[in-house]
């Protein structure tokens, strides 16, 4: 009986060390998440329940049992079936514009110039500002649909310069005080831009670089207000889902003010930067390298090839058809371009370049190819690639030049699309699945604030290509449709290898950073028509909640 005893204490010491063991073996983390569906976004589009993290990165994810067995967790959030993917990446935005826009009349959905003025009236009676600013006017919504002039803004608005800027941001119209103090007259003369000038005197229309350059002279904000409303964005976009931004085109001055406020833990979003190509950025980032932070990356430079369709700027190699005098606008030479993209070269940098005709596409196409000379890894961009010329979507792959697409645009342009383009040139026009195929991925972008900061809508209008409003009903062009799965990958893991920055984000991997959002419905799966209802719950950046839709204390 005694030895039985002795067996029998002994075995329990055994079975409470192996216990005790056990349990001390857990290794510590952050946050567990579980109890959920996780999209990993990796190589096998694999799809997990629970999620560990630790000091700001994935640590491992698995089944529920697994990760709860191995890890011992701070904080926990059990999902209660919601759905989690990495952190939504905007591969073409203008952060900065957003920021800027905040302080400016919304113009946006303005059914008419009338309306327009009206809402001016309004922001001018409630902000009291030294210039009166808008954007967000489409003539495309209006009845005559024609372009508008400034003879309204100089009747209402006699004593204070307005300039208005149009949804793509390639046009605005200016009144008569605003072209006096920006120097401008009938005998001004703006390579890549147009005035236009009607009965003699100018219309107050100013496209691209004409465009451009009064803007430049508009006042614009600094210190305290600019950085407010730089957090103001921030927080517009983590409502959305993204963690990083893709910023087309800044100033030293502006890189420098975000790479402050990162490092004061102001503003948490990362951002890659392209570069304007001034001499000031050519000298100060580029010619020293890469210029990478904790969550700045400026790798880019930023160029225009030409104007926008909605404007008629966008530059074509045969006449717009309801325009059968206009081309469109060449905003840079090819020589020009081809000078910029050596010094790329020679210094490692990424080439992106707005190109949305056919004819500003073959231009950069070509001019890529030339400096490139083969396939590669240099991932250089064309920005849009909204017209593309049937011969020439085989260069994308030849030479390794990226689409960097926004189908949300399609769905804003197909109700005039074709009258720009005609039946056969628009079938080329929006060819994301053509495009995909060049390459075998493909980066996808908002372009706000010309469009909506939600990168939802992007992959809705990738996959359905539908508007919000379920229109139309077989979809717009719908041969170009892309898979969810592919889609998805556009807007988290392609969008990040588009900034190099596929080892550190953009799926949800072992050693990559934390930045995922979580959804009460799952994308993948759910009916075309419950897409458009999807809330965004939570956006994580590096582990640290940045939203919350509601204050659960998760």
Known sequence: MKSLHSVFCVSVLVSLSSLFTSCTMKKEADLLLYDGKIYTVDSAFKVADAMVIKDGKVVATGSNDEMRSQFDARTEIKLNGDVVYPGF???????????????????????????????????????????????????????????????????V???????????????????????????????????GGKLEIRNGKLSGLLLDKAADFIKEKVPTPSGEELSGLLVTAQENCFGSGLTTVTEAGLTKEVVLLIEKLQNEGILKICIYAMLDPSDENIEYFVQKGKYKRS???????????????????????????????????????????????????????QVCVHAIGDSAVRTVLNVYAKVLGNQNDRRWRVEHAQVVDESDFQKFGKFSIIPSVQPTHAISDMRWAAERLGPERVKNAYAYKMLLRQNGWMPLGTDFPIEKVYPLHTFYSAVFRKNIENLPNDGFQIENAISREDALRGITIWAAKACFEENEKGSLEPGKYADFVILDKDIMTSPESELLSTDILKTFVRGEKVYSKTDDGN
């Open 89 to 155: 990446i905007d591969a073409h935005s203008h952060f900065y514009g957003l920021a800027i826009m905040l302080q400016q009349a919304d113009l946006f959905g303005s059914a008419s110039f009338e309306i327009v003025v009206e809402r001016l009236k309004l922001h001018r009676m409630t902000y009291e500002p030294k210039w009166l600013l808008g954007r967000g006017w489409d003539q495309t919504l209006w009845e005559n649909k024609e372009m508008p002039d400034n003879e309204m803004l100089d009747k």
């Open 295 to 349: 969550r700045l990356n400026a790798g880019a430079i930023k160029m225009y090839a030409d104007g926008a369709l909605g404007s008629r700027g966008a530059c074509l190699l045969k006449p717009y058809t309801d325009d059968p005098e206009n081309n469109g606008i060449m905003v840079e030479t090819p020589v020009t371009l081809e000078k910029y993209c050596r010094i790329a070269f020679e210094n490692n940098f």
């Open 157 to 191: 608005f006699p004593d204070i310069p307005v300039v208005i800027t149009r949804v793509d941001g390639h046009a605005v119209v200016a009144n008569s005080k605003a072209l006096e103090m920006a120097g401008i007259t009938t005998n001004t003369v703006i390579d």
